[in-house]
C-alpha cells in the first residue's frame, strides 16, 4: 500500500486546513454587515457585539470652525482630574484608530480611569484647504481649542496630548504657548528627522515636495497610503492577507480585522502648503531640532517646553523611528521628563493587546501625580 511521505502529509493537513478555514471565512464574511469605525451614533448598549461593529465612545460636539471640529466625550466614570486632556492627532488617517472599537480603546480608557478627554478632530481635506498652512491648524484651531477649553473650565493650562504629527503641532504649540499647557504628552511623535533607521526619513530627504504638491494640490491620502505600504511591501500587501485566512473562521477576529482594514484606507488628502512646508522644513532641514523653524514670525525653541513631558513611543516603530522621537528629551527645557516604551509598531501603540491593560493607566497616574 502507498503511503504518503510525513512532510507530503504534513502540507496536505495544511492545504486541507486552509481551505476550510477560507470556506468558513467566506461565510462570514457574507454574515457581517457594513464595518463601521467611528460611528458617532453609536450606543453603550450594542456593546461590541459583531453586528453593530462601530465601537466609537460617546461624544459630543462642543467647538467648530468649518470641517475642523473639537469633540468632548462623555465622563463614564467619576472624574479624578480637573484638568482636561486634549488630544491632537496628525492630519494623515482618522483618530479613530484611538477608539477603534470597545475593547481597543485608549480614549475609552482614559475616560474610565476618570480623565475629561477633549479631541480635534481635523475633517476631511477639498480644495479649500489647499492653502491651509501650519499657522492656521496650529496658532489657529489648535489656539482656539485650547482657549475655549482653558474658558470652558476657568483654568490657565491644560493637558495637551499629541499623536505622531499631531505630537510635532503640538511640541510647537507647547514651545510657543508654555502658559498654556500644563503637562505634554506626544506619543509616537517624531522630533529628530535626521535618521536613517526610518526607510521613510531616508526616501523624504529625496522627495521633491514643491512637484508634488504643484501638481496635485492637496496630495491623494491614496498615494500617501501607497508610499507606507512600500515601507514594507510583502507584510503590508501580501503577508497580511495570507495571515487573515487563517483567522477567517472567528467571526470577531474576521471583523477585527476588516475593522482594522477600514481605518487603514479612510486616509484624508493631505493640505498642499502644509505637508510641503512639513517635509521641506522638518524631513529635508530638520529645523525643529536645529532651532530654526518658525511659526507666524516667530522661531520655534523647544527649551520653552518647560512643562512636565510624559513621552511615549514604540520600540518597533516604522513611521516613527525611536531615536527620532527620544530625541525630545535632549531638546527641551524641562527638568521633569520621562519616557514610556512599549515593543510595538506605531499603530500597535494603540491597538495592541500590549498596551491596552497599560498605557492609559500608566497616562492617567502620572498627570495624577503632576496635578
Wanted: glycine share 6%.
Amino acid at each position: 500500500m502507498f503511503t504518503f511521505p510525513d512532510k507530503i502529509k504534513e502540507s496536505l493537513e495544511d492545504f486541507n486546513k486552509f481551505a476550510a478555514n477560507l470556506k468558513k471565512g467566506v461565510e462570514n464574511l457574507a454574515s457581517i454587515d457594513e464595518i463601521m469605525v467611528g460611528h458617532s451614533d453609536h450606543h453603550e448598549s450594542c456593546g461590541s457585539c459583531r453586528k453593530c461593529l462601530r465601537g466609537c465612545t460617546e461624544k459630543e460636539l462642543v467647538y467648530q470652525d468649518g470641517k475642523r471640529k473639537l469633540y468632548r466625550y462623555k465622563q463614564r466614570a467619576k472624574k479624578v482630574c480637573h484638568v482636561p486632556i486634549l488630544i491632537v492627532y496628525a492630519l494623515v488617517n482618522r483618530y479613530t484608530m484611538l477608539d477603534l472599537q470597545p475593547n481597543r480603546s485608549m480614549i475609552r480608557n482614559l475616560l474610565d480611569l476618570g480623565q475629561d478627554v477633549y479631541l480635534i478632530d481635523w475633517g476631511y481635506t477639498d480644495r479649500m484647504d489647499r492653502f491651509m498652512t501650519m499657522e492656521d491648524y496650529i496658532d489657529g484651531f489648535i489656539n482656539d481649542c485650547v482657549d475655549f477649553i482653558r474658558a470652558q473650565h476657568q483654568l490657565d493650562a491644560i493637558n495637551l496630548l499629541g499623536v505622531c504629527q499631531g505630537g510635532t503641532f503640538s511640541a510647537i504649540y507647547s514651545a510657543l504657548y508654555p502658559e498654556k499647557v500644563k503637562t505634554f504628552i506626544p506619543i509616537v511623535t517624531p522630533i529628530d528627522f535626521d535618521t536613517k533607521d526610518g526607510l521613510l526619513n531616508v526616501w523624504a530627504t529625496s522627495f521633491d515636495a514643491d512637484l508634488m504638491v504643484d501638481s496635485y494640490g492637496n496630495v491623494p491620502g491614496e498615494l500617501m497610503n501607497s508610499a507606507y505600504m512600500l515601507l514594507q511591501p510583502f507584510t503590508l500587501s501580501v503577508h497580511k492577507y495570507i495571515n487573515m485566512v487563517q483567522i477567517m473562521e472567528d467571526a470577531n477576529k474576521l471583523a477585527d480585522f476588516l475593522r482594522m482594514e477600514t481605518w487603514i484606507f479612510d486616509s484624508p488628502d493631505q493640505p498642499g502648503e502644509t505637508l510641503r512646508r512639513f517635509i521641506k522644513d522638518f524631513y529635508q532641514g530638520n529645523k525643529l531640532v536645529k532651532g530654526e523653524f518658525t511659526l507666524g514670525g516667530r522661531t520655534v525653541d523647544l527649551k520653552n517646553i518647560t512643562m512636565p513631558v510624559l513621552n511615549i513611543y514604540a520600540e518597533l516603530d516604522t513611521l516613527v523611528p525611536p531615536v527620532s522621537a527620544k530625541a525630545l528629551e535632549k531638546h527641551v527645557g524641562s527638568k521633569d521628563v520621562q519616557e514610556l516604551t512599549y515593543p510595538v509598531g506605531h499603530i500597535g501603540m494603540f491597538v495592541s493587546g500590549k498596551t491596552q491593560k497599560t498605557l492609559a493607566p500608566k497616562i492617567a497616574e502620572w498627570i495624577s501625580e503632576r496635578m
